[in-house]
């Protein structure tokens, strides 16, 4: 993430560098933290920020990025960052849903630009990045019967035609 060969351990808006020097026990190994983005909520509070993480360089940059999600205690929200600038790449508005899925990025739409989507309680929501302001913009969203909002999903094209398909586990709440 930082541009070195070392080991790296993401969470969230931190980003920690692995030093393993004994395989036998944890005596002499260390985390170290390389990188670090401080996150605040539109109304100023500071995001609890370990939360679900994916790496994928989201600007097209050549650069590998991070996006997760950032909680308090009533909202949260989607964030991307590059860990090498510590910058904010892009972010969504807060949102209330009590639990989110992973974030899953892919090309969804065949457009350019990469989607970051993930399940919500009893919705399935897919944002676009917007690099004039910053932020992620929502591009759809679909009503789905899960309401744990927990589900993962994920992409594959089935028939090779080129058009990805999203699939998601059934939750077994209903």
Same mark, same amino acid.
């Given at each position: 993430?930082?541009?070195?060969? %070392? ?15 004994? @395989?036998?026990?944890? $005596?002499?190994?260390?985390?170290? =933290? ?13 995001? #609890?920020?370990?939360?679900? *993480?994916?790496?994928?360089? #989201?600007? %097209? ?10 909680? $308090? @205690?009533?909202? =949260? +929200? ?13 972010? *969504? ?47 759809? %969203?679909? $009503?789905?019967?899960?309401? $744990?909002?927990? @589900?993962? #999903? @994920?992409?594959?094209?089935?028939? %090779? ?6 699939? =998601?586990?059934?939750?077994?709440? +209903?």
């Amino acid at each position: 993430m930082i541009g070195d060969s %070392q080991l790296e351990l993401i969470a969230g808006s931190e980003v920690y560098s692995v030093d393993i020097t004994n @395989t036998e026990n944890s $005596s002499g190994n260390k985390l170290t =933290r390389v990188a670090k983005l401080n996150a605040t909520f539109d109304d100023g509070v500071t995001a #609890i920020n370990d939360g679900k *993480t994916t790496v994928v360089d #989201i600007n %097209q940059d050549g650069k590998l990025d991070i996006v997760f999600v950032a909680s $308090s @205690t009533k909202v =949260r +929200k989607i964030i991307a960052w590059n860990a090498e600038s510590e910058e904010l790449l892009f972010e *969504t508005p807060n949102f209330t849903y009590d639990n989110t899925g992973i974030p899953l990025i892919g090309n969804i739409d065949k457009t350019p630009d990469l989607e970051v989507s993930l399940i919500v309680n009893y919705l399935l929501l897919s944002y676009k990045p917007n690099p004039a302001t910053k932020k992620f913009d929502l591009a759809y %969203q679909l $009503s789905i019967a899960d309401r $744990s909002g927990a @589900t993962g #999903i @994920t992409l594959f094209d089935f028939n %090779q035609d080129s058009v990805v398909h999203l699939l =998601r586990g059934k939750s077994g709440s +209903k």
